[in-house]
C-alpha cells in the first residue's frame, strides 16, 4: 500500500518529447530520474480519446470514453453528463475513504471535480482578444498577434481569479500530514506555447528545426480555421523572422518547463518528508501533432502523434522496468485504488498494472489498444504492435453542430478516407493508406472492434433529469480561450 498517491496529466506530452522513452530527446531530466529510481516506464501507454474530458474522466473512473463521455466541452451531450454523474469516480472513492484529495492546475469543474477537498476555480476566458486582433489584423497581418501579446499582458495586471503555480498550490496543502491524493494539471505543454523565449533560442542553437516561411505557411492555410483564428494568433515576430521550425521549437521548451515543475514536485516532496511515501504517476491526456497528417498543432486524429501518452510510475512499491505491454489510461483508476488498498467497480474496462510494477501476479498481454475521437471529427480506431485501423462512424452531434462528421471541424479538410490501415512495421508514421490491399486485415480488426465495444459496460444511470453545472459558461469560455471549438 503506498501512503499517498500524485497524479500528473502534462496536458498534450507527447510520448516521444520523454527521455525515457525516446533517448534521442534530452527535454525531460526530471520525469527521466523518476523512471531511473524505482521508476517503470510504460513505452506503450495509449490514451482512450484525443481530447481532455473523456480522458480525465476515463483516469478518473476507468471505463472507456464510450460508455461515460465520449464528446467534449460544449458537445457533451445530457446523457454522457448523467453517466459522470451516475459513476463512482476514484476522488470520491478516496474522499469517502477520508484521503485527503487535492486537485490543481487546469480546472475542468462539472463532473470533474467531484471527490476533490480541494479544486481549482475556471477563471474567465479572454477570447475577447480575438476581435481584437481581427480588426487589426485588417490593416496588418502581423498586427493581430501583437493585439493577442498586448491583450494578455494587460489581462495578468487586471485578472485577479487565475490559480497559482501547481506544485506550489499542492505542496502547500500537505503540511498537515495526512494521507493524500494529488492530481495535477499542467497545460505548459497546451498551445499556444508561451515559453520562456530564451529557452526556445537555446533550443534553436542547439538543434535544427525547419525554417520554412511562417507568412507563406499561413497564407496556404487560410481555409484551416484553426491555424488562421489560434495559431495565428499566438505567433511573434521572432516566429516570422525563423519560420515554422520555431513554433516547434515553442513546444519543446514547454516540455522543459513543465518537466521542471515535476522536479519542484520531487524536490518539496522531499523536503517535506513525503517522497518516499508517494507514488508519483506521470502521464498526459493526449499528445499533440505538431505538422503530422496536415493536423497543425492540435492534437485531432487518431494517429500515433495524438494517442501515445507518456506513462511513468515511481513510488515505494514499484520497481526499475521498462514495459513493452500494451495499456490505456483507463487502467489508471484501478490501479490508484488498488494502491490505496481499495477495489475498483468490476464494470470498468481498466486493469490494475500492479502486475507491471511490482513482482506480482503475471499479466495477461492485450493484443490491441482502441482510441475514440468525436470532437473535430468521429473515428474509431483499433491498433495492434502491427496494424493500425481507423474508421469513420457517424456522430449525430458532430452532424448537427458542425454539419459534417468526417469533414474536420478545425482544419475544414478531410484528414483520411472514411477507412484506413497501416503496416506499422513498415510505415510507423502512418503515411500510407493500404486499406484496399489487406481486406482480409481489415475484416479481422473489424471483428476486434465489435467484440470489445459490445463487451463494454455503462454506469447505472437511473435518472433522464438534465444535468446542470453553476460555472459551465466560464469553464467553455476558459476551452475557447484554449483554441476549443
Known amino acids: 500500500m503506498s501512503q499517498n498517491v500524485i497524479v500528473v496529466v502534462v496536458d498534450a506530452l507527447r510520448a516521444d518529447r520523454v527521455g525515457a522513452i525516446n533517448r534521442e530527446r534530452d527535454l525531460t531530466p526530471n520525469i527521466d530520474r523518476l523512471a531511473r529510481n524505482n521508476g517503470v516506464i510504460f513505452k506503450n501507454a495509449f490514451a ?38 451516475a459513476m463512482t469516480s476514484v476522488p470520491e472513492q478516496l474522499q469517502d475513504a477520508d484521503i485527503h484529495t487535492i486537485a490543481t492546475g487546469r480546472p475542468l469543474s462539472r463532473w470533474h471535480k467531484a471527490g476533490f477537498d480541494q479544486y481549482p476555480e475556471p477563471t474567465f476566458g479572454r477570447n475577447r482578444r480575438r476581435a481584437i486582433g481581427e480588426r487589426l489584423e485588417t490593416l496588418h497581418p502581423r498586427l493581430r498577434s501583437l493585439a493577442g501579446w498586448l491583450y494578455e499582458r494587460v489581462s495578468e495586471t487586471t485578472t485577479s481569479n487565475e490559480t497559482g503555480d501547481e506544485i506550489d498550490n499542492l505542496l502547500g496543502r500537505l503540511d498537515d500530514g495526512r494521507q493524500f491524493y494529488g492530481f495535477v494539471h499542467l497545460m505548459d505543454t497546451h498551445a499556444p506555447y508561451e515559453p520562456n523565449e530564451q529557452l526556445v533560442d537555446e533550443l534553436l542553437d542547439r538543434r535544427e528545426y525547419p525554417q520554412d516561411d511562417l507568412s507563406e505557411f499561413f497564407a496556404a492555410h487560410q481555409e484551416n480555421d484553426h491555424v488562421r483564428e489560434f495559431i495565428k494568433e499566438h505567433t511573434s515576430s521572432a516566429d516570422y523572422e525563423y519560420g515554422v521550425g520555431r513554433l516547434i521549437a515553442r513546444y519543446d521548451a514547454t516540455v522543459i518547463e513543465a518537466d521542471r515543475k515535476i522536479g519542484r514536485l520531487i524536490d518539496g516532496l522531499r523536503e517535506r518528508g513525503r517522497y518516499e511515501e508517494t507514488t508519483i504517476i506521470v502521464t498526459s491526456d493526449h499528445g499533440e501533432s505538431l505538422d503530422e497528417h496536415g493536423i497543425f498543432f492540435d492534437h485531432h486524429g487518431l494517429y500515433d502523434e495524438s494517442i501515445h501518452v507518456p506513462l511513468v510510475i515511481s513510488g515505494p512499491e514499484t520497481q526499475t522496468a521498462r514495459r513493452e505491454e500494451f495499456v490505456q489510461l483507463y487502467d489508471l483508476a484501478p490501479t490508484v485504488l488498488q494502491l490505496f488498498d481499495l477495489t475498483a467497480d468490476n464494470k470498468i474496462v481498466g486493469r490494475p498494472l500492479q502486475p507491471l510494477i511490482t513482482d506480482g501476479d503475471s499479466w495477461t498481454d492485450r493484443e490491441y489498444i482502441v482510441a475514440r475521437e468525436a470532437h473535430t471529427q468521429s473515428r474509431i480506431s483499433i491498433r495492434t504492435s502491427s496494424w493500425k485501423y481507423i474508421n469513420h462512424i457517424e456522430d449525430t452531434v458532430l452532424e448537427r453542430e458542425r454539419g459534417d462528421s468526417l469533414h474536420c471541424g478545425y482544419c475544414n479538410c478531410f484528414h483520411g478516407a472514411e477507412t484506413e490501415l497501416y503496416d506499422l512495421n513498415e510505415d510507423p508514421d502512418e503515411k500510407e493508406n493500404i486499406v484496399e490491399n489487406y481486406p482480409d486485415i481489415v475484416t479481422e480488426l473489424e471483428a476486434k472492434l465489435d ?31 484554449l483554441g476549443y471549438r
Open 48 to 85: 482512450c480519446t484525443n481530447a481532455t474530458d473523456p480522458s480525465i474522466t476515463t483516469i478518473h473512473s476507468g471505463y472507456d470514453p464510450s460508455s461515460t463521455v465520449i464528446h467534449h466541452g460544449p458537445y457533451v451531450r445530457d446523457e454522457e453528463k448523467q453517466r459522470a454523474e
Open 451 to 481: 467484440t470489445y465495444e459490445g463487451s463494454l459496460n455503462y454506469p447505472d444511470s437511473t435518472t433522464e433529469t438534465k444535468v446542470t453545472y453553476d460555472n459551465e459558461s466560464e469553464v467553455m469560455e476558459r476551452l475557447e480561450d
